[in-house]
Every structure is written in structure tokens, then in C-alpha cells.
């Protein structure tokens, strides 16, 4: 973690420096104020980003996106329906190849149930 001491001397070497416990308080109030100051910026910044949107559910997305961190990929348009279509048909033609040798399960019995043998219920 850096310090204020720490902070203080790498942006200022120029300033002399007083170790009295006022200047360092008064140090630390100053540092508090400006982060406050920059995170009040920040907010304000992303609403403003959000109200622009008016509606827009497309670009409210990405800026949503850009708050969170997450890159938009342009690429999205790079695929047809035909294709996706030609895709899945190969697809289930590549299983069904692929498994074609394969016997069929074998199963041994099945339970049936006679609905009129079912009894109404009285709940």
C-alpha cells in the first residue's frame, strides 16, 4: 500500500516535507478529498453515459459492458443463417455417422400404466 508519505514524495521531490502529525493529517484529508472528488467525476460520467442511451437498449448494452470491464466484440455479423443452418445439418449427420454402427439399446421391459385404473384423488 503506498502511504501518503510515499505518495507525497514521488509527486512532489520539489516540496519539503514535515513530519509534524498536522501536516500529515491535513495530508491525508486532502488525498481523501480528492479520491472522493474523482469518484464523484466517475459516477457522474457513467450516468451521464446511461441517460445519453434514451432508450436505446442496444447502446445502453454497451456501455454497460464498458462499465463492467468487458469488451464488445464487433464480429457478431460474421455467420448467416445459412450458415448456422449447413453447420447443425453437418453436425447431426456427423453423429448419425459416427453412430450408425452402434446397436440399438435393448430395453428389457417397460412399465405401462392403465389410466382408468388410476383412482381419483380426494386432496
Known sequence: MITANKCFKGRYPHVKH??????????????????????????????????ACAGDSKKLWNVFHTVFGETCSVDTDLHTADEFAAFFK????????????????????????????LCPSDH
Do not use: F, H
Open 18 to 51: 514535515t513530519y509534524l502529525e498536522t501536516d500529515q493529517r491535513e495530508w491525508m484529508v486532502k488525498c481523501s478529498e480528492l479520491r472522493a472528488l474523482y469518484e464523484l467525476k466517475n459516477s457522474a460520467y457513467w450516468q451521464n453515459e446511461i441517460a
Open 90 to 117: 453437418d453436425k447431426v449427420e456427423s453423429v448419425r455417422t459416427s453412430t450408425d454402427s452402434t446397436p440399438l439399446y435393448d430395453i428389457p421391459s417397460r412399465m405401462t400404466y392403465n389410466v382408468g385404473a
